[in-house]
């Protein structure tokens, strides 16, 4: 069984900084790739960045040049940078880890940016 642990939201200002990791457990074979959602209360959840297991990155319009996304393959964490946050980046992060089979997610960890 894998599990997702996702760590390190909270409530900041906004222009402030948050790091969020993501940590899977478990037997993993042939991670494509792994990445973060969010969702928003009353919105659909969203990519924000993705990462392959080759190194390759997709990121979200609104979060280009604010968010990095990082991953350390040999111990299957994923990281997501956010800098210059802004109130409407305020939601539900979640943790995503896609096989060749089936997609996995976190719990989700929440991020409040106050104006």
């Known amino acids: 069984q894998v599990q997702l642990v996702e760590s390190g939201g909270g409530l900041v200002q906004a222009g402030r900084s948050l790091r969020l990791s993501c940590a899977a457990s478990g037997t993993i074979f042939s991670i494509n790739f792994m990445g973060w959602y969010r969702q928003a209360p009353g919105k659909q959840r969203e990519l924000v960045a993705l990462?392959?297991?080759?190194?390759?990155?997709n990121y979200a319009d609104s979060v280009k040049g604010r968010f990095t996304i990082s991953r350390d393959n040999a111990k299957n964490t994923v990281s997501l940078q956010m800098n210059s946050l802004k109130p409407e980046d305020t939601a539900v992060y979640y943790c995503r880890l896609g096989t060749n089979n089936r997609n996995y997610w976190g719990q989700g960890t929440q991020v409040t940016v106050s104006s």
């Open positions: 990462i392959t297991s080759g190194g390759n990155t």
